[in-house]
């Protein structure tokens, strides 16, 4: 009884770790980014659910995923919250959030717009009308299901 109530007050947050580090941190110096979230760090959030749901109703995917560059879809560097990040389009992605969302019975009027996209820094933050977006493969980890800490913050590292 006490795992199913802890389980429905619980926010959902599932992640995605970014396997091919090495790529995005070459890629990043060469835009002028100096400090980079940590390469442990560097994730994709799959599923970000604020509302307290039944967390036991989804099973993460123990899949790895290979996003593929597509000139066709587009990605952007731009400011998103405190960070900036690589946004971009992924059918699989946005359609796996939707599915959560389904699973988890999250009320229309409580969902958020789904944009995937991982943060690139939160510091030193270079002239980005110079920067050209990352045109490589990103390489996806399984799915993490994580708790929530209200007061972490981000590992920095320096490239």
């Known amino acids: 009884m006490t ?3 802890l389980a429905m007050i619980e926010p959902l947050y599932i992640k995605r770790q970014i396997l091919n580090h090495e790529d995005i941190q070459r890629w990043a110096k060469s835009q ?7 390469r442990n760090e560097l994730h994709i959030t799959q599923a970000f ?7 036991s109703r989804v099973t993460p995917l123990a899949n790895e995923l290979l996003l593929q560059w597509e000139p066709q879809y587009f990605r952007q560097i731009v400011h998103y ?8 389009f992924d059918h699989t992605l946005k359609q796996r959030n939707r599915d959560i969302h389904a699973l988890v019975e999250v009320p229309e ?4 717009k789904f944009r995937p996209h991982f943060a690139i820094t939160y510091w030193d933050i270079p002239d980005l009308t110079h920067c ?4 490589g493969d990103i390489h996806l980890g399984p799915e993490v299901i ?3 800490d209200p007061h972490y913050q981000v590992q920095e590292e320096t490239i």
């Open 109 to 112: 009027s409580k969902k958020k």
């Open 3 to 5: 795992s199913w109530i």
């Open 132 to 135: 050209e977006p990352y045109q």
């Open 146 to 148: 994580m708790p929530l």
């Open 32 to 38: 002028g980014f100096t400090r980079v979230v940590h």
């Open 49 to 55: 659910i604020h509302t307290p749901v039944d967390t």
């Open 81 to 88: 919250g405190a960070s900036v990040s690589l946004k971009f």
